[in-house]
């Protein structure tokens, strides 16, 4: 058994193979980690010298490919609320595609 069956019904954030930050309630999973998230937001970080604060792009009922996942972590709900996402600035994390 997949270790990401212990995160179903929780709020776990999802790090893609072309760097995206997506933030969602983790609804389903298969044996090939294609993963179903509810409540799913974007998270889109700009970087410092942007003027453009970093949004939440909401988009609800998602879809992600086993192949595109990287890494799949818990997330701290306490701690996530009490942080403005569109006040955090960084570098883009990358891809990880070949």
Do not use: F
């Not at 179903?8 to 298969?30: E, M």
């Not at 890494?71 to 883009?92: C, F, H, M, Y």
């Amino acid at each position: 058994m997949s270790l990401v069956h212990n995160y179903l019904g929780k709020k776990v954030c999802i790090i893609t193979t072309d760097g995206r930050n997506l933030v969602g309630t983790l609804a389903s999973h298969d044996n090939t980690t294609n993963l179903v998230l509810k409540g799913t937001v974007e998270r889109v970080i700009r970087s410092a010298d942007e003027e453009e604060p970093s949004a939440e792009v909401p988009l609800g009922l998602y879809i992600i490919r086993g192949e595109n996942v990287c890494v799949v972590g818990l997330v701290d709900e306490e701690l996530d609320a009490s942080i403005n996402w569109t006040q955090v600035k960084g570098a883009p994390i990358g891809t990880t595609k070949h």
